[in-house]
């Protein structure tokens, strides 16, 4: 099956792209990333790859092990145009996150957004994970003109995560962790028809991830054909259960 994987020219998060384009591909699936404009080779966020602050913070070392066979991949550098892509030919919309600037190019894309909601109309399976949750809440559905999101039970990046992570690095990094004035959680709320009932923020946690073998400080919310996820440390969980929900399609 083939997967649509929208990301930036830069800054988009190392873990939440390389681990479930390495669940899928490993399964057998083809992903295919797309950028602004064709032909681009996209680089992620540079300062996950070697540590945030003083080493810390930054992706795991088997995120970016498969960070580097993303690279290193045909599809790295043949990626087709958001705009131009034609979506019925994809099985899946996978929207991976990241918070330093250059997401604002993808997060902020209105031809984008007008391409997530022509492949949510067709019903197949959509994940988003972190930031990648404000493309679909910015995305308006094409009956009702509402956010595609309006209906749907969802998660994102936790308000209490963005706000901490940027209290710990401002000194250093300015707003390096606040990609817009308003937080991820508030703006996705907005566009729901009743955030109370259909936002779950998940067991609070600020260190703690979810491994290859290990999901016990993992967290996702599945409603039908949509699976969204909070952070990097929910990666794994996120990419096995968009698998299986990618399979279920299929009958396997």
């Known amino acids: 099956m083939r997967v649509l994987m929208p990301v930036p020219d830069r ?6 792209v390389a681990v479930p384009w390495r669940i899928l591909t490993d399964a057998g699936h083809e992903v295919v990333l797309a950028t602004e404009r064709a032909a681009t080779r996209p680089a992620a966020d540079p300062r996950l790859l070697t540590g945030v602050l003083l080493g810390q913070l930054g992706a795991a070392e088997e995120p970016r092990r498969y960070y580097q066979q993303l690279t290193e991949a045909p599809e790295f550098t043949a990626t087709v145009s958001w705009e131009d892509v034609a979506v019925d030919d994809f099985d899946g919309l996978l929207l991976p996150g990241g918070h330093a600037p250059g997401m604002r190019q993808y997060l902020g894309s209105v031809a984008l957004q007008r391409q997530v909601a022509r492949f949510w109309a067709l019903g197949r399976p959509v994940g988003a994970i972190c930031h ?3 493309v679909l809440a910015r995305s308006r559905d094409l009956a009702t ?17 963005e706000r901490t992570a940027y209290f710990t690095t401002a000194w250093r990094l300015g ?3 606040r990609t817009y004035p308003a937080y991820v959680e508030d703006e996705v709320k907005a566009a729901l028809a009743d955030p109370g009932a ?3 923020r998940g067991p609070r946690t600020l260190t703690r ?4 073998t290990d999901d016990t400080h993992a967290f996702v919310v ?3 054909p949509y699976l969204s996820a909070r952070w990097p440390g929910d990666a794994y969980l996120f990419g096995r ?8 399609t299929t009958g396997r």
């Open 11 to 16: 800054d988009a998060d190392v873990t939440e």
């Open 132 to 134: 990648g949750v404000l």
């Open 145 to 161: 003109g509402r956010s595609i999101l309006a209906g749907r039970r969802t998660t994102s990046l936790p308000k209490y995560m």
């Open 175 to 177: 707003r390096y962790y």
């Open 198 to 200: 259909q936002f779950s």
């Open 209 to 212: 991830r979810g491994t290859a």
């Open 222 to 224: 599945q409603d039908g």
């Open 241 to 248: 259960r968009y698998l299986a929900l990618l399979d279920s």
